[in-house]
């Protein structure tokens, strides 16, 4: 049975960091895909960042790209975000998720619909 469970959110100021953890079981960092997504109230859930499964290439979203990392330990099967620079429009459910499709992944590394597996989410608040 697949779980990813995150922990790392939290409150913090502008120009702030945060690293968001995402443990795995069920599925092996080295065999899946894995990203981040988040998702504001009202808002549709976005890809803020994935790694590939083999290489361990890595992929952003153009508004987090130099101030966000994507990094996993695959001797432990966790996934991390390091976010640092935080800015408001940060704020969201920060969720993990796993695939293992990798024609999609070619052609929609950053698209919820490419990913299987999904955690419960951890918030992320930036206050200005």
């Known amino acids: 049975q697949v779980q990813l469970v995150e922990s790392g959110g939290g409150s913090v100021q502008a120009g702030g960091s945060l690293r968001l953890s995402c443990a795995a079981s069920?599925?092996?960092?080295?065999?899946?895909?894995m990203g981040w997504f988040r998702q504001a109230p009202g808002e549709e859930r976005e890809g803020v960042a994935a790694?590939?499964?083999?290489?361990?290439?890595?992929y952003y979203a153009d508004s987090v790209k130099g101030r966000f990392t994507i990094s996993r330990d695959n001797a432990n099967d966790t996934l991390y975000l390091q976010m640092n620079s935080l800015k408001p429009e940060d704020t969201a459910m920060y969720y993990c998720?796993?695939?293992?499709?990798?024609?999609?992944?070619?052609?929609?590394?950053?698209?919820?619909?490419?990913?299987?597996?999904w955690g419960q989410g951890t918030q992320v608040t930036v206050s200005s």
């Open positions: 790694i590939y499964a083999g290489g361990g290439s890595t």
């Open positions: 069920g599925v092996t960092t080295t065999s899946y895909y």
């Open positions: 998720a796993a695939g293992n499709n990798g024609l999609l992944f070619r052609v929609w590394r950053l698209s919820p619909r490419t990913y299987a597996y």
